[in-house]
Each structure stands twice: as C-alpha cells, then as structure tokens.
C-alpha cells in the first residue's frame, strides 16, 4: 500500500485545476506539470507506445503476453481537478486506522471530517484514509484512478504469469469542466472497449449516467435613477427570481436522488441592467430530459408574452448523454468487470451515475465505457477523502478484468 500512498500523494500535490473560461486545450498551462510527469513515469514502468499530443492526451500500451486473439481493453482516467474549489497547495493527511470519529482537518478554523454529517465515514473504520488539511480539495477525483491505473499496469509488467491481452491506457485533461473527451482520438485509442476509472465508493459499477444540458438565461432591464424611477426602472434581478421560482422547486439536485432529474441553478451575476443566471439540466430519461429543456423555454416564452417584451433570452446546450444506450448492446464489458470485482472481494454496486465522466462521450465516440470506483468521497471540496484499501481493491480489479478477458475465447 505504502507504493499507491506515495504516488497518489506525487499526483496530488500538483495543481491541475481547469477552467472552465479558457478556450484552449488543456485549459490551464499548469496540467502539463502532472502530464509531463506522467509520460515519464509510464515509460520508466516500462510501458510501450507511449505519447502525448499537443492537447495533453496521453495514452500508452501494455503488449498482450498470450499468443491466442484478445479483445484489446482500455482505461482511462482524467489528471485535471474541479474548478469548483481550489486545488492549489495540497496537503494530504494521512489517518491510519481509522477509529471512527471525528477527523480534525484542521485546528486553526475548526475544519471536520465528522461521520456525524458524513455517514460513509463508518464502511472504512480500522482503514487508511487521505484526507485534505481542510483547505483544499484533495483530487482524488480522478488521481486515484490514474494511481491504480499506473500500479496496475506495473503489477502486471512485473508478474507476467498474469496473462492478459493488449492493454491501452489513457488520461486525459478538462473532463471537470466537460471536454476531457473532446479532443480523444478513439481510433488511435484502437481498444474494443475501455473503463474510466473514475467512480467514488468502492464496488461502484456504472453504465448509466444522466443526459446533460446547460442553461444560460439573460434577463435585461433598464437602469434609471432611482429617485426618478417610478414606470421607468426595470430591475431584472427582480425579474430573474421570477423565472426561477417559475422552476419546480423540488426537482433541484438537494431534493433528488436515484434516477430522478433536476435543473440546478450554480451561478447568478446581476446588477438592474442585466442578470444572467447559469442552470445545468440532468435527467437519465432521454424523454423527459427534453421535456425539462423544453419547459425552460416555455417559462421564456410565457415571461416574454407577460411583459410585452424580449426580457429573457434563453441558450441551451447539450453537453453529453446517457452511456446507457451504447453500453447494453456489450453488456458482456460490464459483465467482466462485475465478475473482477467479485473475484477479489468487492461486492459489485451497479447503478446509475448523477452526474457523468469521460466515459458517456467515448461511448458515444464509439468506445463503450462503464465508470468503475476510484474509491474517493466528497469529491470537489475540503471533505474529500480516499480509503487507501479502496485504492488497492481498484488495482486488483483492473488486474482481474485484464486476466479474465484474456481467459473468455
């Protein structure tokens, strides 16, 4: 464990924050530090092909040691953390064996990790946990994938009585702000099917995730003085709240769970003159997805005919869909990978993902890929945490489905 330990801790404590107002690729400079990093350590591994291009996608193989025909696999995984915190000046705690109670972060402003508010603590009493000092995220998400992605690999480069095929690996930048998929070359990628290490507790499964939109609505008004306003003055912030309180008020993500969809309101910047407000749009059901794109733009239509005028100005765009539809023609990928963890102990959860990872946009690429568990918690804030063992569950499941799928003829 001591080896996933230190090279986690390598992976985190390199600032790869994206940003999501950037139009380049990666969108911050600072991602090639770990990606630089990367290539290095995967050709010291003794990893063959291995490349990066000029957007940072970095990919590498693993020749197959068997002689008969073996479907090629992937994994794949992102090195960019959320812009959503900052990720800047990690500093990893590590709490061995657990107890079970409160984790001071940190003392100075009472920062902590308490199983009172975060239940999941309890499954990993007695176990290894990396934390945060209570002023950062961690990046577990996703540099515990691309730590058990490397260990794995250099678990199977140093017991070659593991048989297995072609192996390719993949990593990738900027899925935090949805386009770590964009510029991925699937064919040069040449896998039959792949997995993104990128799912939280352990024995997650995943080959659903939700269908996603963003929503930018831009309400105009009119400033005048406001001694003098009276019949003149338009104040959009007073307009915008009312297109949200328009929104059904209990499908936002804090009232939902499951399958069910939200709209989310995550940013507003207003002043009289002009409000925008920024929603993102989730539902697994394509159908109802629509419907919930389509009442966004009814709400404008209806606000618009109230005021006799174009206050409210909607864009809409989608930003990837359910994996679902491409994954259950294969299902035999998410049947190796259930069995994987089976072998080793982790008892599989299958369900579906609220949210989505580079794998729903391969698959639609054309290269089917269920999300399986990175292990870490709390992901994109100072709660973050990652059991160690989870870690190591996760590399002894890539090792199995690398070893099962070379077995299935």
Same mark, same amino acid.
Request: contains cysteine.
């Given at each position: 464990?001591?080896?996933?330990?230190?090279?986690?801790?390598?992976?985190?404590?390199?600032?790869?924050?994206?940003?999501?107002?950037? +139009?380049?690729?990666?969108?911050?400079?600072?991602?090639?530090?770990?990606?630089?990093?990367?290539?290095?350590?995967?050709?010291?591994?003794?990893?063959?092909?291995?490349?990066?291009?000029?957007?940072?996608?970095?990919?590498?193989?693993?020749?197959?040691?068997?002689?008969?025909?073996?479907?090629?696999?992937?994994?794949?995984?992102?090195?960019?953390?959320?812009?959503?915190?900052? !990720?800047?000046?990690?500093?990893?705690?590590?709490?061995?064996?657990?107890?079970?109670?409160?984790?001071?972060?940190?003392?100075?402003?009472?920062? /902590?990790?308490?199983?009172?508010?975060? +239940?999941?603590?309890?499954?990993?009493?007695?176990?290894?946990?990396?934390?945060?000092?209570?002023?950062?995220?961690?990046?577990?998400?996703?540099?515990?994938?691309?730590? #058990?992605?490397?260990?794995?690999?250099?678990?199977?480069?140093?017991?070659?009585?593991?048989?297995?095929?072609?192996?390719? /690996?993949?990593?990738?930048?900027?899925?935090?702000? @949805?386009?770590?998929?964009?510029?991925?070359?699937?064919?040069?990628?040449?896998?039959?099917?792949?997995?993104?290490?990128? !799912?939280?507790?352990? @024995? +997650?499964?995943?080959?659903?995730?939700?269908?996603?939109? @963003?929503?930018?609505?831009?309400?105009?008004?009119?400033?005048?003085?406001?001694? &003098?306003?009276?019949?003149?003055?338009?104040?959009?912030?007073?307009?915008?709240? +009312?297109?949200?309180?328009?929104?059904?008020?209990?499908?936002?993500? #804090?009232?939902?769970?499951? &399958?069910?969809?939200?709209?989310?309101? *995550?940013?507003?910047?207003?002043?009289?003159?002009?409000?925008?407000?920024? &929603? /993102?749009?989730?539902? *697994?059901?394509?159908?109802?997805?629509?419907?919930?794109?389509?009442?966004?733009?009814?709400?404008?239509?209806?606000?618009?005919?109230?005021?006799?005028?174009?206050?409210?100005?909607?864009?809409?765009?989608?930003?990837?869909?359910?994996?679902?539809? $491409?994954?259950?023609?294969?299902?035999?990928?998410?049947?190796?990978?259930?069995?994987?963890?089976?072998?080793?102990?982790?008892?599989?959860?299958?369900?579906?993902?609220?949210?989505?990872?580079?794998?729903?946009?391969?698959?639609?690429?054309?290269?089917?890929?269920?999300?399986?568990?990175? !292990?870490?918690?709390?992901?994109?804030?100072?709660?973050? &945490?990652?059991?160690?063992?989870?870690?190591?569950?996760?590399?002894?499941?890539?090792?199995? /489905?690398? #070893?099962?799928?070379?077995?299935? $003829?």
């Amino acid at each position: 464990m001591q080896n996933i330990i230190e090279r986690f801790i390598g992976y985190v404590t390199i600032d790869t924050e994206s940003d999501p107002n950037s +139009e380049t690729t990666p969108s911050t400079k600072k991602q090639w530090d770990l990606a630089n990093k990367l290539v290095d350590e995967l050709k010291a591994i003794g990893l063959s092909d291995v490349t990066i291009d000029e957007n940072a996608y970095i990919m590498a193989t693993l020749p197959s040691n068997v002689d008969h025909k073996v479907p090629t696999i992937g994994f794949v995984s992102h090195f960019d953390t959320s812009p959503d915190f900052t !990720g800047a000046n990690v500093k990893p705690q590590i709490v061995e064996d657990y107890d079970g109670k409160d984790i001071v972060l940190n003392a100075s402003e009472n920062i /902590i990790l308490s199983p009172d508010y975060f +239940e999941d603590l309890l499954m990993y009493k007695g176990q290894t946990l990396i934390t945060t000092d209570g002023t950062t995220l961690l990046g577990a998400d996703d540099k515990a994938g691309i730590t #058990e992605i490397v260990t794995a690999m250099e678990y199977l480069i140093n017991h070659p009585e593991i048989k297995h095929g072609t192996i390719r /690996i993949g990593f990738t930048p900027d899925e935090e702000i @949805g386009r770590g998929a964009h510029k991925f070359d699937v064919e040069k990628f040449g896998a039959d099917w792949a997995y993104t290490m990128d !799912g939280s507790q352990v @024995g +997650e499964l995943e080959y659903e995730n939700f269908n996603a939109a @963003g929503a930018k609505i831009t309400v105009k008004g009119k400033i005048v003085h406001p001694g &003098y306003a009276k019949g003149k003055m338009i104040n959009s912030m007073y307009y915008a709240s +009312e297109f949200i309180n328009v929104l059904p008020r209990l499908e936002t993500p #804090e009232h939902t769970e499951g &399958y069910e969809g939200f709209f989310h309101l *995550h940013n507003i910047e207003g002043v009289v003159d002009e409000t925008v407000l920024q &929603y /993102i749009i989730r539902d *697994h059901d394509k159908d109802k997805f629509e419907a919930r794109k389509a009442l966004m733009q009814k709400i404008v239509e209806d606000l618009n005919t109230k005021y006799e005028s174009e206050v409210f100005k909607l864009e809409l765009k989608d930003q990837y869909f359910n994996m679902k539809e $491409k994954v259950e023609p294969v299902m035999h990928i998410v049947d190796i990978a259930e069995e994987a963890m089976k072998a080793v102990g982790v008892t599989p959860l299958i369900k579906a993902i609220r949210g989505g990872t580079d794998g729903s946009q391969l698959s639609y690429m054309g290269l089917p890929c269920p999300n399986i568990f990175a !292990g870490g918690h709390n992901f994109h804030g100072r709660y973050e &945490y990652v059991p160690v063992e989870s870690m190591q569950k996760a590399v002894e499941v890539i090792c199995k /489905i690398a #070893e099962l799928t070379a077995l299935k $003829k």
